[in-house]
Each structure stands twice: as C-alpha cells, then as structure tokens.
C-alpha cells in the first residue's frame, strides 16, 4: 500500500535501470499493486505513482477452421480465424506455425505460409475485457498444398498459444495415381570421403512433393534435409550426399506426395574407411591339371568393400620371359566369409574362386594374379 511502500532493489523479480526504468520478469499476479518512483538531487525531490495489473488471459482461438476444407488442384490453400488476446498490442506479437501430417509423412509448412493481421476496432461477439481481437487471414501457396491430410496450425503470443486442426481434401482427377518409387532406392555403403548418389525416381500424378529425412539419434526424431553444400535432392527424387564422412551414418526415409496419395520407404547409409587389400590366402606355390582340363584356383583376401563389384582381378601367365595376359580368359567367383579375421576395421574376408579355361591351361609356364578394389 501507498503508506507502507517497500524500496525496490536489484534482484531476480526486480531490475532497476540507471534512467529510472523498472523491468519485472515474468510478471504475475504478486506484482500487482501500487508502485512508486522517486527522483531526487540536491534541488529537490519527486515521485510518480503508478498501478500495476496483471492481466490473467490466455490466447483464445475464438473461429476455429472447419473440420474440413476442399480445394481443386493447383488451388492456393486460404484459411481464415479469430484470435482474442489480452497481452498483444502489435501484428509482431503473435506468431503461427503450420503442420501437414498424412499416413506417418510429417511435412512443417511454416516457411511456406503466408498471413495478415487485421485488429478489430468495434465491439463483436467475440469481445471480453481487456481482450484485443484479431482477425487472421493465411495462405499456402498451391504448390506447397496439393496433398491431402491433416493441417494443425498453432498461434502463439508472448506466453500463451492455442491451435486448431482441419483436414484437407485435395479434389482428385479421375485419373490421378498415386505416388511411388521405380527404382526403389536401397540401402547402401559408401568409402569415407567418396560422393555418395542415392538413386531413385518418383512416379504418380504431378505435382509431386519429395522429401529427405535423417534420424537424429539423440531425439530419434526424423529431421528434414534441405538442399546445401552437403545434400542436394534432385528432380526425379535421388539424392546426392558429397564426402561422406562418420556423422553422415544412420537411418534415411524419403516420403513423396501428391493429391491421390503418399508413399516412403527407409534406408541404411554406412560409411567405411578404405583400407589396403591384403591377399591373406594366396595361390599355391606349384600346381598341377590335366591335359585338356580347366584350372580351378582360389585365393582369400582381406579388403574394406562395400560389395562384391568393388573387387577386380587380373591374371598373367609367363614362361622364360614371355608375358601374356590372361584375365579375357578365366571365370571367377567372389563370396564373404564370416569375420574369421577381424582386425576392428572396416575390413571383409572374401573368398575368390577363379577358373581358368581349356587351352589356356596347357602351357607350362607361372601365373600370376593380381587383386585389386576402386
């Protein structure tokens, strides 16, 4: 009270400024009251009065969207509400936030949403005490908007929000098909350092809406990739990922839409370091075939590779300083073993079974066979 005025000091409720100002944080309904300010010098002295009240109103939508909302193909999406708030004087105090969400395909449309403000001056049969009413107009760009499924839209003012929800209706063409993937793109290994290109292409009725999600594994939450220095998502739905590296692991999902449906499919990306290909198990020292039979030979190699393509031979037959290169004229076979030789890298065991075939075989003479990965 006036008569029992308590002096205000610098504390964690309170901040006094050098001008006089006063900042109270996170006001509530304890700082209501009476405040005074007192100036004084050498000269004199005075004080202002003033009262504080804490308005106690949530942001309201007060027009909420229809259940429902139909628009045609290639047809802007506009949406209209009414929002009262207490606490709002300025356009740039509330803030809206838009989400798509269709069969598990989760899309934010804020970026894409465009919207006005428009302040009610005159009583309404939304007005309340203390309360300022806002007319909210919103647009979606149509290209951003032709796929059918749930909108949530969130409006928010300094300490309080609110949201409702609509579900959209894309009007389908007798025709239209629904969305999907030829090829399918598949898991994949990638060398540390190499460009990495995720191929696929989206098919269905246009306009298609594609995109790439990475899963953090800290919030095990998808989270949307966008085109930069490091990802780039092409036309037809691939997607490049320039000098993998360890952080660039894990579970990708890429979603594409359109207004007669919505497809997804989940992939693994692993990177591996390169490492030198060593041929642990190598050809014998001498063997032996019979006239007019093939030579059956295997060796056993340790090498970081991502499949069995990653792998070339050679073979090379020579005798008494004659070279002639055979590899044009052998069949050879390539497997995994199980990690019988595991050094802790990235490294494989590989099994090659090679055939060399009649005549080729009737030379005496050395071979030698040469194995190598890109």
Same mark, same amino acid.
């Given at each position: =009270?006036?008569?029992?005025?308590?002096?205000?000091?610098?504390?964690?409720? $309170?901040?006094?400024?050098?001008?006089?100002?006063?900042?109270?944080?996170?006001?509530?309904?304890?700082?209501?009251?009476?405040?005074?300010?007192?100036?004084?010098?050498?000269?004199?002295?005075?004080?202002?009065? &003033?009262?504080?009240?804490?308005?106690?109103?949530?942001?309201?939508?007060?027009?909420?969207?229809?259940? @429902?909302?139909?628009?045609?193909?290639?047809?802007?999406?506009?949406?209209?509400?009414?929002?009262?708030?207490?606490?709002?004087?300025?356009?740039?105090?509330?803030?809206?936030?838009?989400?798509?969400?269709?069969?598990? &395909?989760?899309?934010?449309?804020?970026?894409?949403?465009?919207?006005?403000?428009?302040?009610?001056?005159?009583?309404?049969?939304?007005?309340?005490?203390?309360?300022?009413?806002? =007319?909210?107009?919103?647009?979606?760009?149509?290209?951003?908007?032709?796929?059918?499924?749930?909108?949530?839209?969130?409006?928010?003012?300094?300490?309080?929000?609110?949201?409702?929800?609509?579900?959209? &209706?894309?009007?389908?063409?007798?025709?239209? =098909?629904?969305?999907?993937?030829?090829?399918?793109?598949?898991?994949?290994?990638?060398?540390?350092?190499?460009?990495?290109?995720?191929?696929?292409?989206?098919?269905?009725?246009?306009?298609?809406?594609?995109?790439?999600?990475?899963?953090?594994? $800290?919030?095990?939450?998808?989270?949307?990739?966008?085109?930069?220095?490091?990802?780039?998502?092409?036309?037809?739905?691939?997607?490049?990922?320039?000098?993998?590296?360890?952080?660039?692991?894990?579970?990708?999902?890429?979603?594409?839409?359109?207004?007669?449906?919505?497809?997804?499919?989940?992939?693994?990306? @692993?990177?591996?370091?390169?490492?030198?290909?060593?041929?642990?198990?190598?050809?014998?020292?001498?063997?032996?075939?019979?006239?007019?039979?093939?030579?059956?030979?295997?060796?056993?190699?340790?090498?970081?590779?991502?499949?069995?393509?990653?792998?070339?031979?050679?073979?090379?037959?020579?005798?008494?300083?004659?070279?002639?290169?055979?590899?044009?004229?052998?069949? $050879?076979?390539?497997?995994?073993?199980?990690?019988?030789?595991?050094?802790?890298?990235?490294?494989?065991?590989?099994?090659?079974?090679?055939?060399?075939?009649?005549?080729?075989?009737?030379?005496?003479?050395?071979?030698?066979?040469?194995? @190598?990965?890109?």
């Amino acid at each position: =009270e006036p008569e029992e005025l308590q002096e205000i000091v610098d504390s964690s409720d $309170y901040k006094v400024y050098p001008n006089g100002s006063l900042a109270i944080p996170d006001i509530d309904a304890d700082n209501e009251g009476t405040y005074r300010v007192v100036l004084s010098n050498g000269d004199g002295s005075t004080s202002v009065d &003033i009262e504080v009240t804490v308005l106690d109103i949530a942001l309201v939508i007060e027009k909420q969207l229809p259940e @429902e909302i139909i628009i045609a193909p290639e047809e802007d999406l506009n949406l209209e509400l009414i929002v009262s708030t207490a606490t709002t004087t300025l356009e740039d105090d509330i803030t809206l936030s838009l989400q798509y969400s269709s069969n598990e &395909i989760k899309k934010d449309l804020t970026k894409y949403l465009e919207f006005s403000l428009l302040k009610f001056t005159a009583e309404n049969q939304f007005s309340k005490d203390n309360a300022r009413i806002w =007319e909210v107009n919103l647009r979606v760009p149509y290209q951003q908007s032709q796929a059918s499924g749930n909108l949530t839209l969130v409006v928010r003012d300094s300490h309080s929000s609110d949201s409702t929800r609509t579900h959209l &209706i894309v009007a389908k063409e007798a025709n239209d =098909e629904a969305p999907f993937f030829d090829p399918v793109p598949s898991s994949v290994k990638s060398f540390h350092g190499d460009d990495l290109f995720i191929q696929t292409s989206v098919k269905g009725s246009t306009p298609l809406t594609v995109l790439w999600f990475k899963l953090d594994p $800290y919030s095990s939450e998808f989270i949307e990739i966008v085109n930069d220095d490091k990802f780039t998502i092409h036309s037809n739905g691939s997607l490049s990922i320039l000098d993998t590296m360890e952080e660039d692991e894990g579970s990708y999902r890429v979603e594409v839409a359109n207004n007669a449906g919505s497809a997804k499919v989940d992939i693994e990306i @692993e990177v591996i370091q390169r490492i030198d290909l060593v041929i642990v198990k190598p050809l014998p020292r001498q063997t032996h075939v019979y006239h007019g039979k093939d030579l059956d030979l295997e060796v056993t190699v340790y090498a970081a590779i991502t499949s069995e393509d990653d792998l070339t031979l050679s073979l090379g037959h020579s005798l008494k300083g004659s070279y002639k290169d055979i590899t044009n004229y052998f069949t $050879y076979t390539i497997s995994e073993e199980d990690d019988v030789d595991d050094r802790g890298d990235d490294g494989r065991t590989w099994v090659i079974k090679f055939i060399v075939c009649y005549p080729f075989t009737d030379d005496l003479g050395h071979l030698t066979s040469y194995s @190598e990965y890109w």
